[in-house]
Structures are given as structure tokens and as C-alpha cells.
């Protein structure tokens, strides 16, 4: 690992702030962050999520709502308000339930509104997709051939074949979560187009396709020129309305007005904080190539793995292409595996030595994965530390494979278990099941270089990009150098941009890439050993 540093231009007192909130699968977080791009302030808070049957998952918007007002009071704590200037959004791409007067609605059989929220990772709508993808429909070139039972056509579908009187027939509105948020702070429902185009279907060039709705059998959702999930759409970025309503500026503890920018989702803000880093003096031969060399993977609950390119390149089993959905003037391909650090969490949390793990960890005041990298440093002994899982395998498929088998039906599975229940046989299975995801991102390069792509460099963020022995397995099984930003917290500092860019301080997303990022990646750590 070498680890490389650049002057930047810190010292300048800052003049103006931005505000990025980031809504995770896990917890909501928030950032102050200046017109350098750094990051001055973060705070986090978990939010609420259920389960009430096997492959459901809800949450609540309203609870979500609260955690994005309480942690956004705690960054600006202290600062004087009328230099905040803007204020950005990202989010998972779960499905919100709006009544007519904006009220939440139920999405489960128990009629409990206050869970309105289908969430990205739920997979109840298999049956739903399946018929969605027999129709072969074109709009389905643009998903990477498949539609993914996570995507909103099916959740919709399965809501008005199981849910219609209590929440379909009463339903106004649906929205991304992304633009949920930024409908609830500003009052206007115009969606952004990363939504739109990613989980919805709808072209960049050409709009909604009326004659999709209706072969799936949503036709209502035409009516009223698409009221119901869209019909202005605006590019991330955009100024919303006239910016923050007094509300919900009282509830975030903001003032009123300030510039709301159109969303992004989660993944694509952590895209846009990280794939026009600046990297100049690392020799790094990403530094002479485009930018379409770079993959950006935001690895948090579920790892995306976001590549652009100038002209449209259709990667089966990867979703996209995505015109302007994430780089305004760029196609984007997502690859995916929906479940990367749930898949790990899972793992060491189920193994019986679990308990033991956790008490040594916090005895020496560590985190487990913290304790579980140091642990297998002094199993490993001389040998690298690849070679303890020779005869131990996992496939990750525990939720399905999203890229690029595009096969929801897949299931994980471990080959070599034995009688062992101790801490070495926890930590050699973490390592195995970290090897195997990263098998599964160079398995999605592979597919996207098949296609056209042409990819050199990886650049990591998210929860997952602070494991440093996650990181170097990326490295050494992809065969590729990996990049991390100083400022970890990659995704909010994207969630800013927005913020940045609605306030008309910066021009653009793209010319802020070039403005706001030599400050905030003014240290980079690459892991090369291959
Ligand atoms: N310091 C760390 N070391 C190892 N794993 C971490 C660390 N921080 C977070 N993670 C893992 O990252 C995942 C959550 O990432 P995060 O980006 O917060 O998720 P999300 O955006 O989906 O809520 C979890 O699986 C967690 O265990
Ligand atoms: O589908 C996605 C992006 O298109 C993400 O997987 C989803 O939004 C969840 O993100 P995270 O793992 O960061 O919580």
C-alpha cells in the first residue's frame, strides 16, 4: 500500500457552506461541507426498518424524515446560517406511498401506513418481474436487457394486485426516495432524472413510454400526464422551486429559501464524489487516460459499481445505459450485488464464535472488523493472507446476483465447512466471504469490458471502502489500483455538490468536478500490491 499527498488550499477561511444529506440502507448521515469541498461537520442516525415477512422490507418516511432533520441541526451547529448557501439529497432507491393529500399509505397486508416505504432490497415482486421481463418490452435494452425484481415497475405492480383498496386506488403519488426527500423540502414534486432513469424506465431522450405502462398493465399510471410518478423531470443538481419552505426550514433548523437541488440516488452521489477525483502525481495511469478508465464501486450495504462512457455501451446483466444520470453528457453503467456488507455482517454476526469476537474487540476497544483483519494477520503468519482460504469457497449470491447473471433466484453458498467453530474458523470465513465478493466485482468488470468499456482504475467509497482488508482484496483480485479519497464520508461530499450546484455558486455538476474537487481529494491511498 503507498499512500501519496498533495497541497491543497485549505488554509482559505471558508466562505460559504454546503449541506449534503445521505439516506443509507442503515442510517441517515449529513455533512457541512465548504466551497473547498471539506467537510467540516458529520453526524449520523440510524433509522427504522421491518421485515414483517421473509423478503419484505419497509421502512418509514416519516421516520426517515425525522433522522434528516436531527442530524442536519447537529452540523450547522454554530455556524452563521446565512452563509449556508445550498442544500443536497441522496437516497436509496425505495418506493415511497403517498395518499392525495400527501399522507402516507400502507405497502403491507396489516394496513400500518406508518410503514409506506417498499425498500430497494425488497423482493417481493417476483412474480410481478418475471411477467414484466416475458414481455420483452424495449425499454427493457436499457436495464441491461433484464428488469431487477428492485426496480419500481414490479412494486408497483405487485401493489395494485395485492394492495388495491387500501393503498393503490388511494394513492397520489409515488416517488423515489431521493426525490421524496427533496419534494419534502421544498414542495415541489418534479423528479430527478437519476431516479427516473435507472428505476423507472423513463429516457433522458424520449421520455415515459406509454406503451410499456400499458403492456404491464399500469396504464393508470398515464393518466394526468404521469402525476402520479413524474412529470417534470429536472437533472441532479437543478434548483427546486424557491428553495427551502419555511416547514420544513424550521424542521431541518435551516433558513427558509435556500437553494434544494434535484436529487441523486445514493450510489450515484458516491459516483459523483469520487470518479473525477483529481489524481495528478500518483502515477497512476488513470492520470493520462479519460475518465471513462475509472469504475467508481460504492460499497455500503449492496456495492454498485458505476462506469461511464460518451457513447451508449449495452452490457447484458449490467443495468443501463443511463443517459445523464449520474455525469450530465455521460451513458452510465451500474453493475451490482444487492447484498456486499449485509452479506459479511451476516456471516461473522451467525458464526458461533461471534460472541467471542465482540468481546475481544471491545476489550481492546476495536471494531470487529478491526479485531478480524488483526486476527488474520497472526493466523496468516508468513504466507499472504490469500492463501488461508485454498479450500474454503463462498458464492455471495445470498440475495440473488444482480450483475451480471441478472438472476434473482440465485442463493449463497459455502463449500469446505468444518467441525471448527472458533475464532480462526469465524475469521478465515470473513476473509472468504470478502474474497468472493471481490471475485464478484471482477466478474462484472470482465462483463463490462466484453461489452466496450475499458477500465483501469477502481475508486472505492462507502461504509465498506474503511475496511482496509476489503480494499486490498479488491486490488489483488481485480488486478487493478484502487483509490480512496481522503474524505471517506465520498457520497455526502456528492450529496454537497448538489447542494453547490442548485445555489448557482458553481455553473455545473461537471465544472464543479473540476472546481470543488482538487480540495477534497487533496490525499489519496491506493492499494497496488497484486
Ligand atoms: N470501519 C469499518 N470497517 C469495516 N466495515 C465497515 C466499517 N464501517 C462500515 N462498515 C460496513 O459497511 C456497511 C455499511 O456501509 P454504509 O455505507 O454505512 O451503508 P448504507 O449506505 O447502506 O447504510 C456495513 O456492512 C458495515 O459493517
Ligand atoms: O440500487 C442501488 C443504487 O442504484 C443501491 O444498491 C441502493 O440504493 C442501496 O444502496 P446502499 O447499499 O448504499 O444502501
Avoid at 99 to 111: I, R, S, T, Y
Avoid at 123 to 149: C, D, F, P, W
Avoid at 339 to 367: N, W, Y
Wanted: aromatic fraction near 8%; include cysteine.
Amino acid at each position: 500500500m503507498v499512500e501519496g499527498t498533495m497541497m491543497s488550499g485549505r488554509d482559505q477561511e471558508p466562505s460559504h457552506y454546503y449541506v449534503g444529506i445521505d439516506v443509507g440502507t442503515g442510517s441517515v448521515r449529513a455533512a457541512l461541507v465548504d466551497q473547498r469541498g471539506l467537510l467540516l461537520a458529520f453526524a449520523e442516525q440510524p433509522i427504522k426498518k421491518w421485515e414483517p415477512q421473509f423478503n419484505h422490507h419497509e421502512q418509514s418516511s416519516e421516520d426517515i424524515w425525522a433522522a434528516c432533520c436531527l442530524v442536519t441541526k447537529e452540523v450547522v451547529q454554530g455556524i452563521d446560517a446565512h452563509r449556508i448557501r445550498g442544500l443536497g439529497f441522496d437516497a436509496t432507491c425505495s418506493l415511497v406511498v403517498l395518499d392525495k393529500e400527501f399522507h402516507p399509505l400502507p405497502v403491507n397486508h396489516e394496513g400500518d401506513s406508518s410503514r409506506n416505504v417498499i425498500m430497494w432490497l425488497d423482493h417481493r415482486a417476483v412474480s410481478q418481474v418475471h411477467r414484466i421481463n416475458e414481455t420483452k418490452h424495449r425499454v427493457l435494452q436499457y436495464v441491461g436487457g433484464v428488469m431487477s425484481v428492485e426496480m419500481q415497475a414490479p412494486k408497483l405492480l405487485w401493489l395494485k394486485e395485492n394492495l388495491r383498496e387500501i393503498c393503490w386506488d388511494k394513492a397520489g403519488h409515488f416517488f423515489d426516495l431521493p426525490d421524496f426527500l427533496s419534494w419534502k423540502a421544498t414542495g415541489v414534486t418534479a423528479r430527478s432524472l437519476c431516479s427516473l432513469v435507472c428505476k423507472w424506465t423513463y429516457s433522458a431522450e424520449k421520455g415515459w413510454d406509454d406503451s410499456f405502462w400499458k403492456m404491464i398493465g399500469l396504464e393508470d399510471l398515464i393518466d394526468d400526464n404521469y402525476s402520479k410518478i413524474g412529470n417534470l423531470v429536472l437533472l441532479p443538481g437543478a434548483s427546486l422551486g424557491i428553495g427551502l419552505t419555511p416547514e420544513a426550514a424550521r424542521e431541518l433548523g435551516l433558513p427558509s429559501g435556500i437553494a434544494v437541488a434535484a436529487s441523486l440516488i445514493d450510489a450515484h452521489a458516491g459516483g459523483l464524489g469520487v470518479i473525477g477525483a483529481d489524481v495528478r502525481g500518483h502515477g497512476l495511469t488513470c492520470e493520462r487516460q479519460p475518465v471513462t478508465s475509472r469504475l467508481a464501486v460504492i460499497c455500503g450495504t449492496s456495492s454498485c459499481h458505476m462506469g461511464i462512457s460518451k457513447d451508449p455501451v449495452f452490457v447484458p446483466g449490467v443495468w443501463g445505459p443511463y443517459f445523464s444520470a449520474m455525469v450530465p453528457g455521460f451513458w452510465l453503467n451500474e453493475g451490482g450485488q444487492s447484498v456486499t456488507g449485509k452479506l459479511i455482517d451476516h456471516m461473522v454476526q451467525g458464526h458461533p464464535a461471534f460472541p467471542e469476537l465482540q468481546a475481544k474487540a471491545t476489550a481492546r476497544c476495536q471494531s470487529i472488523y478491526a479485531y478480524l483483519n488483526g486476527h488474520l494477520d497472526l493466523i496468516k503468519k508468513a504466507q499472504p493472507v490469500g492463501f488461508l482460504t485454498v479450500d474454503l469457497h463462498v458464492w455471495p449470491d445470498f440475495h440473488g446476483n444482480r450483475s451480471p447473471l441478472a438472476d434473482l433466484t440465485l442463493k449463497g453458498m459455502v463449500t469446505g465447512l468444518t467441525l471448527s467453530q472458533d475464532l480462526d474458523d469465524l475469521a478465515i470465513l470473513y476473509l472468504a466471504t470478502v474474497q468472493a465478493i471481490a471475485f464478484g466485482t471482477r466478474f462484472i468488470i470482465e462483463t463490462m469490458e466484453a461489452a466496450g468499456h475499458s477500465l483501469s482504475t477502481l475508486f472505492l467509497c462507502g461504509g465498506l471502502s474503511k475496511n482496509p482488508l476489503f480494499v486490498q482484496m479488491h486490488a489483488d483480485i481485480t488486478g487493478m489500483p484502487v483509490v480512496l479519497s481522503q474524505e471517506v464520508e465520498s457520497v455526502l461530499v456528492g450529496a454537497a455538490i448538489l447542494g453547490a450546484c442548485a445555489s448557482g455558486d458553481f455553473t455545473s455538476v461537471q465544472l464543479l468536478q473540476v472546481e470543488f474537487f482538487p480540495g477534497c481529494f487533496s490525499r489519496l491511498a491506493f492499494y497496488l500490491e497484486l
